[in-house]
């Protein structure tokens, strides 16, 4: 069996191996496939049965040019760059990875709380450029520097990601309220579910931990903002267009917003005039969260049993049955 990796470079840059993978058939790796020009794909693979995508388009131009495809591997958990209706209708199951990444992106959740209460990188440079020989005090600091303890995180999306952020928050000493549209036992273990309305009055972190839907699209806005508190700190490890970037640059500017520290941007990699760039306190990661080695290993593993269970012919992990 012919498999084909469009875009492997990001799970794997060299430091794990595909070797579990080549098991299973002849393996070709790309490290990156043009997420424009489809005809690239299409070439690449060819009469190939086992495709895997990170972030590469499959539409059905693409399905109805390789015939021969027959099974669907996305390497992520998200899989809208996968048109997964129309693969059912070929037949071809879109199999994702659910969890590999729930410990890595909420301890990422907490690293920018952190990087905001601390500003840990910048001081740390600060006394390599030797303000601190030259300082006439002990100590000193460049920005607020804030405890959590005592203070309110609203969770909004209190799912596996949301839950794990959530008990962190918890440890940190916070109180911990969430807004979620189907409430569950374990998320009642560790906070109370609030309205959307009472998470924006009452909590002093908010961090997003929803999937996007239309529905979540845009949730914070300016509309929506001017019910937090002032100088609320804003977190967002989910997705970008959770935010109406505008509306985020303009309240940060104002100090309506305090901080914002976002792993994720409407669009990426993230264009050079995102007005978030331009913010007063706004930090932003290139989207790695989810990245730690120990977190792309459990990927690489489920999508070999992916595979794997497809060759056994009872699939798993399928999103368009
Ligand atoms: P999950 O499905 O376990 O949790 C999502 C939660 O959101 C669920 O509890 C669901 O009920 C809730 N929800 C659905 N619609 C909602 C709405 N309208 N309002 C409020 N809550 C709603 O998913 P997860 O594993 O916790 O992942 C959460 C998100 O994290 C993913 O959707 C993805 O966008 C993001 N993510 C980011 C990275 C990264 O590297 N930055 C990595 C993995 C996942």
């Known amino acids: 069996m012919k498999i084909v990796i469009l875009d492997g470079y990001t799970e794997n840059p ?7 993978m080549e098991k299973l058939g002849e393996l070709t790796v790309y490290d990156r496939t043009s997420l424009t020009d489809v005809n690239e794909a299409i070439q690449r693979i060819g009469d190939a049965e086992a495709v895997f995508t ?17 099974f669907i591997g996305v ?3 998200g899989y809208n760059v996968v048109d997964v209706d129309a693969a059912k209708k070929q037949g071809i199951p879109v199999c994702n990875i659910p969890t590999y990444g729930t410990t890595a992106v909420a301890q990422f959740t907490i690293a920018l709380l952190l990087e905001i209460c601390h500003h840990v990188g910048h001081h740390g440079e600060a006394v390599k450029e030797g303000r601190w020989t030259t300082c006439p005090d002990f100590c000193f600091w460049d920005y607020p520097l804030i405890e959590l303890a005592g203070k309110t995180a609203g969770i909004i999306g209190f799912g596996k990601i949301g839950q794990a952020a959530g008990r962190l928050m918890k440890a ?12 569950n036992d374990s998320g009642r273990e560790i906070a109370e579910y609030v309205s959307l309305e009472q998470l924006f009055a009452q909590s002093d972190v908010i961090s997003l931990h929803c999937p996007l839907f239309p529905s979540t699209e845009g949730i914070i806005c300016k509309d929506n903002i001017d019910k937090m508190k002032d100088g609320v700190i804003i977190i967002n490890t989910s997705r970008g267009p959770l935010i109406c970037e505008a509306d985020l640059a303009a309240a ?9 520290g976002v792993d994720v941007v409407s669009t990426e990699p993230i264009k050079a005039d ?3 760039l331009q913010a007063k306190n706004c930090i932003i990661t290139p989207h790695i969260a989810w990245a730690p080695k120990e977190s792309r290993s459990r990927l690489m593993d489920v999508a070999v049993d992916n595979l794997r269970a497809y060759i056994a012919e009872e699939p798993i992990n399928v999103v368009n049955k």
Do not use: H, R
């Not at 590469?56 to 021969?68: A, D, G």
């Open 14 to 20: 060299g430091d794990l191996s595909w070797a579990e």
């Open 54 to 70: 990170n972030k590469t388009p499959i539409p059905e131009q693409v399905l109805s040019m390789c015939p021969k495809l027959k």
């Open 75 to 77: 390497l992520a958990t």
């Open 274 to 276: 995102n007005p978030l």
């Open 172 to 183: 940190l000493g916070m109180n911990v309220i969430a807004y979620d549209e189907y409430p």
């Open 252 to 260: 940060l500017d104002s100090g309506k917003v305090f901080a914002a």
